[in-house]
């Protein structure tokens, strides 16, 4: 089992700066490709970044890109979400989740095996 726990969420203003992070424990963290997900209310849950587990290998949702960083601390077993410019739209509950294949991650988000409870981010206008 790999046991997910997000963190860093929090009300913030349009153009603010937030980092969300996502510490792992259970199973070997480097053998794990990581993404970050969200959902606003009445929305289904959307990618939003996905880093494979080497870290040289990042993937985003076309309108944060640019904006959203992901990056990877194997020594820390953390994943993180550096979030810029956030608008009003980025609000949602975000995610972490973990899978050995990163196509699950991508692309495949029912095949996941791993989440986490999410985090709260709120921007406001």
């Known amino acids: 089992q790999l046991q997910l726990v997000e963190s860093g969420g929090d009300l913030v203003q349009a153009g603010d700066s937030l980092r969300l992070s996502c510490a792992a424990s259970?199973?070997?963290?480097?053998?794990?490709?990581m993404g970050w997900f969200r959902q606003s209310p009445g929305k289904d849950r959307e990618f939003v970044a996905a880093?494979?587990?080497?870290?040289?290998?990042?993937y985003y949702l076309d309108s944060v890109k640019g904006r959203f960083t992901i990056s990877r601390d194997d020594a820390k077993r953390t994943v993180y979400l550096q979030m810029n410019s956030l608008r009003p739209e980025d609000t949602a509950v975000y995610f972490c989740?973990?899978?050995?294949?990163?196509?699950?991650?991508?692309?495949?988000?029912?095949?996941?095996?791993?989440w986490g409870k999410g985090t709260l981010v709120t921007v406001s206008a």
């Open positions: 259970g199973r070997t963290f480097s053998d794990y490709a």
């Open positions: 880093i494979d587990g080497s870290g040289l290998s990042t």
């Open positions: 989740a973990a899978d050995r294949d990163i196509v699950f991650i991508r692309s495949l988000m029912h095949e996941i095996n791993y």
